[in-house]
C-alpha cells in the first residue's frame, strides 16, 4: 500500500515530451543576435617550449574578428590547484593545450582560421605513465608549483589516506591471504550532447555565461575571479544553464574552453560560442582517469575479514582537476564495504604528460570497488567459501559505525545480496564449471546517497513560488542534465504541498534566480533538491493553511450562493463552517477544503483560486506568496589526510549479479542475464529510478567489456564512436531484472536515498567473478576483452 | 563543407563525368561522405549521384546467376529470397553491414569499391567465384572479384570506369557455405572474417573455397588451405593443417580493433567451425 498520492507513483518525466519532440534547447540550439564563433588552436606536442606563434594569417582571413594567446590576454589561472591556464605560454604539457584561439563569423571560418596559426614549438621529453613520471630524474611537466616554488617531482600534491586498527596484527590473524594488483582504463564519459558555452558582456561589463555545466554556483565564483584578472573587479558572472544531454561529471569543473569564450567576447564586445564537435569532446575534454590499485586481504578460518590494504596510483594527465580527488570518494568502499577492520588506504596521484582528467559518474567508487569485489572472490575461493557466503558473513549492518566513521543507518546490503543470489538461482548454478562453460558471479556495492561533503557547504537551496493560477514555480539550484532529477522535484513539491504534480513547474538553473547549490554530484541531486523541497513546502503550506481562515469561508459562500440559485440545489449536510473555525483545513491534489466534508465542488476551493482571493484580497492589501529553505544535511567534512568523517547523511548499498557463457576458443564473454538490487531507500519515481539503473548498467558494462580512450604518447588514437567502442542495443540483448529495496531512510525525503551512481560500480567486477567461475580465468584489467580471455586461457595451460 | 550535385541522368553521362578529376562518384555515400568529413581525401567540387540509375540498380536472376546492379541497396539484395536460400553466406554478411538505417543506401558496389580489408561483402563474393562488371567510355569488361581488389582503398578500376555489376554463380544445391565475423560490438568494422563455400560428396570435400576479410591488405581466397582440403574427409588433423595453412596466408595487423594474434586466432576457430559443425551434414 502506498501512503502517498505521488510518490511511488509510475509518473512521466515533466522535461520529456520536449526531449523527445525535438524541442528541447540545448546549448547547440542557442544563438545570440551578433554572436561569434570561437575555435581553439590546440597543441602539437605532448610536451614542448613555444618558440614563437604567428597569427598574422589567421588575422587577415576575412569574416575573424580576434585572435587571441596567453601573449594578448591577461592571465587566467584554472583548477583547484591553480595549475592550469585558459591559454598557455612558454610551455605546452598535453595535446590538448590551448595556446590560441579565434572569434570568426561562423564556425567554419574561426577553424580554419585557428589551423592558419603557426607555432613553433621545442620538442621536450614526456612522461606518458605514472611509472615512466615516478622515475628518478623523470622530466618534470611542471617545474614550478602556483606559486612559482620549484617542484622536485611528478606528484600532485593533494593527499588522501586512511589508517585503521592494527594492520600487521590483522594479517597475523589471517589464515588466508590475497593480494593482486588491478587496473581500470581511461575511458570517456560520452555524453550525448558535447560541450559547449555562450559568453556575453554587458556594457557594465557583467559577464552572462549559457554553460553545459554541473556547477553553475562554483563555476559563478570561478568566472567571478576570472572577470578580476580582466580588471572588472565587482563585476558579476550569471551562468545560465540549457538543457543537458548528459552530464556524467564533465560539468564538474570550470573548462579552458569556457575561460576562451569568456576572452573572446570581452575583446570583441560581442557573444562568442564554443562548441566541440565529437572528436574534439573525445581529445580536448576531460575523461575519467586509469588508475591501478593492489590491494591485499585477509581472512580467518571462518572467512571473516581480517584486514584490507589498498595502494592506488592515478595518472592525473598533465593538470589538475577533480578527477586527482577521486581517492576522496575511494576511501568509502575501501574503508567500508564490508566489515573489516585492520584498513590502510594509500593513494598516489601524479602529473604525467596525458589529457588530465576529471570526474565521472561513481567518482572513484567504480575504479576502488573493481578491486575489493575481485578480491573477495579470490579470497572466497582461497578459503573453499562460497563467496556469497562470505559477502553475507561480513555484510554491513544498520546501526554500525565504520572504521571512516560513516554512520550506517539503513542498510539493505543484505537483502540485496540474497535477493541477487535467488534471482540468479546461486546455489543451483554456482561452481558448475559445466561443458556450456557458465557461469555466475556477483558483487556488492556501497555509495554516498545523503550528499559527499568535498565542501564548506553541502546544502541546497529552494524558492517555490506560486502563480496566480495555480502553478508553482521551482527554483533550485542544482542541474537537470537528463537523470530526472525534475521529475522528483516536481512530485516531492506536489506531495509536500498538496497540489498536483503537472502544476510544478521547475525551472532550469540560473545563478540570477536560483539559490545556491554545491553542484549536481555524488548522487545528491534528488537527494538534496528534495529535501529541501519538503522544508520549503511545509513553510509555503503553513502560510497557505493561515489563510484559509479567511478565504475558505469566503468562497463556499459565493459558491453556495451561485448554488442555491439551481431549484434543485441542496444544502450540504455538513458543518462546513464548524471545522473552517477550528482551522481543520486540508490542501491535497490541488483542492483546499476542510476535514471531513463531501466531495461538493461548493465545499472545495481550487489552488488557484486560493492564490487569486489572497492576491486580489476583497478587503484589506492582499500578497503573493513565495518560500524558500535551504536543507543542510547532517554531515562533516573528512579529514582527508587521516580519511576519517562522516560525509553522507546517509549511504545506498546495491548488489549485482550476472550469469555468463564465456567462448573458450574466441574468448567472447556473453552476458545471459543479469540482475541489480538496489537499496535506494525509497522510490520516489519508479520509471525515472529504473531509468538512472539501467542507464548506469550500460555504463558498467562498457566500463567492464568494451570502453578505453586509446593513446599513443599523449595522443588520443580513438577520438570518435567508430573506434571508441559503447555497447550497443545489442550488446544489451539480455533479460535485466532490476529490483529496489526500501529501507526508508530517516534522513531521505520520503525515505529516499541518492542513486545517481550505484547502478555502475558492482558491475565490472560481478562480471569477472562470473567469468572466473565459468573457466577459471581471472582477469585483473578493464575492458575484459575476448583477447584477454583468449591470452589469459593460453597462459593457463 | 559544400559540393555541388549532380544526379546523373545516363549512363553514358556519367562516364563522361566519372572521368574529370573535380567529381566524385556517389551511390550511397555512406563511405565517402565519412571520408570527406574526416577529410581522408581530398575534396571534389562536384558530386555525382549513380543511385537512381535503371542500369546500375537492378537485380536479375537468371539460370544459374545472379546479377546485381552495382548500386543495388544492400536492403533490396537481402530481400531477395535467391540470396537468402541459394547465397547463405552472402545474405549472413549483408546482414551485419552497419545499421538498417545504413543498408538502406549503402550499395554492394560501394561495398566493394571501397576496397575495406575488411569489406564484408568481399569473402562471400569471392568463395561464389563472383565476377565484377567494369565499363567506362572505353568499353566493358569482366573480371573475376579475385583480381579486383589490389591494397587497401585500390582496385583495377581504372580512372574513369565504374564498377556496373557484380555477378554471383549460384551454387549447385549441395553446396554448404557459411559467414563468420566477430567484431567489437554490433554496428562495428570486422576484426575477422571468413567465408567458406564447399560440397561435401561421398565423405569428402569438393569445390572448396575459403576467403578472409580483415586480416590482410585485401580480402583474399586462402587457396593453400582449399587445396589441402580439397578431396579429404573432413577430420580434426584435416582442420589442424588446413588451419595451420590458412594462418601462413593471411597477413593481419595489429590496430584498434584487435592484434594480429588474436585476429590470426580468429580465423582458425572460423575455419574449424565451418567444417566441424557440418561435417555430419548432407554427405
Known amino acids: ?797 | 563543407m559544400a559540393y555541388d550535385y549532380h544526379r546523373s541522368g545516363s549512363l553514358a553521362e556519367a562516364f563522361a563525368l566519372a572521368a574529370r578529376d573535380d567529381s566524385a562518384l556517389i551511390a550511397g555515400g555512406t563511405d565517402l561522405l565519412v571520408a570527406l568529413r574526416k577529410k581522408k581525401r581530398a575534396a571534389p567540387a562536384r558530386l555525382v549521384s549513380i543511385r537512381s540509375l535503371p542500369e546500375l540498380t537492378a537485380i536479375e536472376a537468371g539460370p544459374g546467376l545472379l546479377r546485381i546492379g552495382a548500386c543495388a541497396p544492400l536492403t533490396e539484395i537481402l530481400a531477395q529470397p535467391v540470396v537468402r536460400e541459394r547465397l547463405p553466406a552472402l545474405a549472413q554478411a549483408l546482414a551485419v553491414i552497419g545499421s538498417r538505417q545504413i543498408r538502406n543506401v549503402a550499395t554492394l558496389g560501394g561495398n566493394l569499391c571501397n576496397a575495406s580489408p575488411g569489406a564484408d561483402s568481399a569473402p562471400p563474393l569471392l568463395v561464389y567465384d563472383a565476377t565484377v562488371e567494369l565499363a567506362g567510355t572505353g568499353g566493358r569488361r569482366e573480371l573475376p572479384l579475385s583480381e579486383f581488389f589490389l591494397g587497401p582503398g585500390r582496385t583495377a578500376l581504372r580512372p574513369g570506369e565504374i564498377m556496373t555489376a557484380v555477378c554471383v554463380p549460384l551454387p549447385v544445391p549441395s553446396a554448404q557455405s557459411v559467414f563468420q565475423r566477430r567484431s567489437r560490438v554490433a554496428m562495428d568494422l570486422a576484426t575477422a572474417s571468413l567465408a567458406v563455400n564447399y560440397e561435401l560428396q561421398g565423405g569428402v570435400l569438393k569445390s572448396v573455397r575459403l576467403a578472409a576479410g580483415a586480416v590482410a591488405p585485401t580480402p583474399l581466397r586462402l587457396r593453400a588451405a582449399e587445396s589441402w582440403l580439397e578431396g579429404r574427409a573432413v577430420n580434426e588433423e584435416t582442420l589442424a593443417k588446413a588451419v595451420e595453412l590458412a594462418r601462413g596466408e593471411i597477413k593481419p595487423i595489429d590496430d584498434l580493433r584487435g592484434s594480429a594474434w588474436y585476429r590470426s586466432e580468429l580465423i582458425g576457430v572460423f575455419l574449424s567451425r565451418a567444417f566441424r559443425n557440418r561435417k555430419e551434414g548432407d554427405a
Not at chain 1, 162 to 167: A, T, V, Y
Not at chain 1, 288 to 301: H, K, L, T, V
Not at chain 1, 686 to 715: F, H, N, S
Request: proline share 6%; hydrophobic share 40%; glycine share 10%.
Open chain 1, 1 to 797: 500500500m502506498n501512503e502517498f498520492r505521488f510518490i511511488g507513483v509510475d509518473t512521466a518525466r515533466p522535461d520529456a515530451p520536449d526531449k523527445v519532440s525535438g524541442r528541447a534547447q540545448y546549448i547547440h540550439d542557442i544563438t545570440l543576435p551578433g554572436m561569434l564563433w570561437g575555435a581553439i588552436r590546440f597543441s602539437d606536442h605532448a610536451h614542448a617550449r613555444i618558440r614563437h606563434i604567428d597569427t598574422s594569417e589567421a588575422e587577415k582571413l576575412p569574416g575573424v574578428e580576434a585572435v587571441i594567446t596567453a601573449y594578448n590576454t591577461p592571465e587566467v589561472r584554472i583548477g583547484f590547484l591553480r595549475d592550469n591556464f585558459a591559454l598557455k605560454r612558454d610551455k605546452v604539457r598535453q595535446f590538448r593545450d590551448e595556446i590560441a584561439a579565434v572569434a570568426a563569423r561562423d564556425p567554419e571560418t574561426a577553424r580554419e582560421a585557428a589551423a592558419l596559426i603557426r607555432v613553433e614549438y621545442e620538442p621536450l621529453p614526456g612522461v606518458f605513465s605514472p611509472e615512466e613520471a615516478l622515475v628518478e630524474g623523470a622530466p618534470l611537466v611542471h617545474e614550478t608549483d602556483a606559486r612559482g616554488r620549484a617542484r622536485k617531482d611528478n606528484i600532485v600534491p593533494v593527499r588522501f589516506a586512511h589508517h585503521s586498527g592494527d594492520l600487521e596484527a590483522g594479517k597475523r590473524a589471517s589464515r588466508h591471504v590475497v593480494e593482486g594488483e588491478y587496473r581500470v582504463p581511461l575511458i570517456q564519459q560520452s555524453c550525448m550532447g558535447t560541450a559547449g558555452c555562450i559568453a556575453s558582456f554587458d556594457a557594465r561589463g557583467n559577464l552572462t555565461l549559457v554553460a553545459k555545466t554541473q556547477i553553475p554556483f562554483l563555476a559563478q565564483k570561478d568566472f567571478n575571479r576570472a572577470l578580476g584578472a580582466l580588471g572588472l573587479e565587482g563585476r558579476n558572472t550569471r551562468v545560465v544553464v540549457p538543457a543537458l544531454g548528459g552530464g556524467f561529471g564533465t560539468g564538474l569543473d570550470t573548462h579552458a574552453y569556457e575561460y576562451i569564450a569568456m576572452l573572446l567576447a570581452w575583446r570583441t564586445g560581442r557573444p562568442v560560442k564554443i562548441l566541440y564537435n565529437r572528436e574534439e569532446e573525445f581529445a580536448f575534454l576531460s575523461p575519467r582517469q586509469s588508475a591501478s590499485a593492489r590491494i591485499r586481504q585477509g581472512c580467518d578460518e571462518n572467512g571473516r575479514l581480517t584486514f584490507r590494504e589498498i595502494e592506488v596510483v592515478q595518472d592525473n594527465g598533465a593538470y589538475t582537476s577533480w578527477g586527482a580527488t577521486f581517492p576522496s570518494v575511494m576511501l568509502v568502499p575501501a574503508t567500508s564495504l564490508y566489515r573489516v577492520q585492520n584498513v590502510s588506504f594509500e593513494s598516489k596521484i601524479v602529473y604525467t604528460n596525458n589529457t588530465y582528467c576529471q570526474a565521472m559518474r561513481g567518482y572513484g567508487n567504480p575504479e576502488i570497488t573493481w578491486p575489493i569485489e575481485s578480491s573477495i572472490d579470490e579470497l572466497a575461493e582461497l578459503a573453499g567459501i562460497d563467496p556469497f557466503d562470505m559477502r553475507l558473513l561480513n555484510c554491513n549492518q544498520p546501526g554500525e559505525t565504520t572504521p571512516m566513521g560513516l554512520k550506517i543507518t539503513t542498510c539493505g546490503l543484505k537483502e540485496c545480496l540474497e535477493r541477487t543470489a535467488a534471482s540468479l538461482d546461486w546455489k543451483e548454478k554456482r561452481g558448475r564449471q559445466d561443458a556450456k562453460r557458465r557461469g555466475v558471479g556477483m558483487a556488492g556495492v556501497i555509495n554516498v546517497a545523503g550528499g559527499g561533503k568535498i565542501y564548506r557547504s553541502d546544502g541546497s537551496g529552494i524558492i517555490l513560488k506560486p502563480d496566480d493560477y495555480g502553478n508553482v514555480n521551482v527554483s533550485y539550484g542544482g542541474v537537470e542534465m537528463g537523470q530526472g532529477l525534475h521529475s522528483a522535484l516536481a512530485l516531492t513539491v506536489a506531495e509536500a504541498l498538496g497540489i498536483r504534480p503537472e502544476n510544478v513547474i521547475v525551472n532550469q538553473t540560473d545563478t540570477a534566480s536560483c539559490p545556491w547549490d554545491v553542484g549536481t554530484h555524488a548522487s545528491r541531486g534528488a537527494f538534496m533538491a528534495c529535501n529541501a523541497a519538503v522544508l520549503a513546502a511545509r513553510k509555503l503550506k503553513a502560510r497557505l493553511l493561515e489563510w484559509a481562515a479567511e478565504i475558505y469561508p469566503q468562497e463556499v459562500e459565493e459558491a453556495l450562493a451561485r448554488a442555491r440559485r439551481h431549484s434543485s440545489f441542496k444544502e450540504p449536510d455538513f458543518d462546513w463552517r464548524d471545522a473552517a473555525r477550528r482551522g481543520q483545513f486540508e490542501l491535497a491534489n490541488g483542492i483546499l477544503t476542510v476535514t471531513g466534508a463531501p466531495e461538493l465542488p461548493e465545499l472545495q476551493v481550487d489552488f488557484g483560486r486560493l492564490l487569486r482571493a489572497v492576491h486580489f484580497r476583497r478587503q484589506g492589501p492582499g500578497t503573493t506568496f513565495a518560500e524558500d529553505a535551504f536543507y543542510e544535511p547532517p554531515t562533516e567534512l573528512p579529514d582527508w589526510d587521516k580519511g576519517i568523517g562522516n560525509m553522507s547523511a546517509t549511504y545506498a548499498f546495491g548488489a549485482q549479479g550476472v550469469e555468463v557463457e564465456v567462448d573458450e576458443e574466441t574468448g567472447e564473454v556473453k552476458i545471459l542475464r543479469l540482475v541489480a538490487v538496489h537499496d535506494v531507500g525509497r522510490v520516489l519515481n519508479p520509471q525515472t529510478l529504473k531509468g538512472q539503473i539501467y542507464g548506469a548498467l550500460a555504463q558498467g558494462i562498457g566500463y567492464a567489456m568494451y570502453e578505453q580512450v586509446l593513446t599513443d604518447k599523449g595522443r588520443v588514437l580513438n577520438p570518435g564512436f567508430t573506434d571508441y567502442k559503447l555497447p550497443t542495443a545489442c550488446e544489451m540483448g539480455f533479460p535485466i531484472d532490476v529490483q529496489l529495496v526500501e529501507t526508508n531512510d530517516p534522513e531521505g525525503p520520503f525515505g529516499a536515498k541518492g542513486v545517481g551512481e550505484p547502478g555502475l560500480v558492482p558491475t565490472a567486477p560481478a562480471i569477472a567473478n562470473a567469468i572466473f567461475d565459468a573457466i577459471g580465468v581471472r582477469i585483473r584489467d578493464l575492458p575484459i576483452t575476448p583477447e584477454k580471455i583468449l591470452l589469459a586461457l593460453r597462459q593457463r595451460r
